[in-house]
């Protein structure tokens, strides 16, 4: 019940978010089809390999809109959040559901990423110093002849 419910929640979210663009701010969404430009492999690709994909298809291909300071930072800090951003933009009035899976599948990965890195983290190399907080520790060293 727990995930049904954070799912309604990130739908009015996204949807009362792109609603208040659209009428106040004039953001202009696109009217294309997802499907007339891409296949499954890409959605596939974009959904497992987030970087990889935004490089290959925006450099090579000329697929995906590609450069602007906010890409680069979205590209390098959260690039799933990148490709909801503008899945929402292109694609929000010809494929809603499909966007929400998009911005499902970005929340999703990267809250799971980052909690695998930081559980790693706590288990990772430790301070020495942690547990004498000052104090010293003597040792007695004798030469060897």
């Not at 309604?8 to 106040?24: D, K, M, R, S, V």
Request: hydrophobic share 50%; glycine share 10%; with cysteine.
């Amino acid at each position: 019940m727990k995930t049904l419910f954070k799912i309604i929640i990130i739908f009015l979210c996204i949807t009362g978010a792109t609603t208040l663009l659209y009428n106040y701010a004039g953001l202009e969404l696109g009217n294309v089809d997802y499907f007339s430009k891409h296949g499954w492999f890409f959605l596939i690709s974009i959904a497992l390999f987030p970087r990889l994909t935004l490089l290959v298809s925006g450099l090579l291909v000329g697929s995906v809109e590609i450069g602007g300071l906010f890409w680069w930072i979205g590209f390098f800090i959260a690039p799933r959040i990148l490709v909801s951003i503008l899945a929402t933009a292109a694609y929000w009035n010809t494929n809603p559901v499909l966007v929400i899976l998009g911005w499902l599948v970005a929340l999703s990965g990267e809250s799971s990423e980052k909690f695998v890195i930081t559980n790693r983290m706590r288990g990772g190399p430790q301070r020495y110093d942690q547990g004498f907080a000052g104090t010293t520790i003597d040792a007695e060293y004798k030469v060897k002849d």
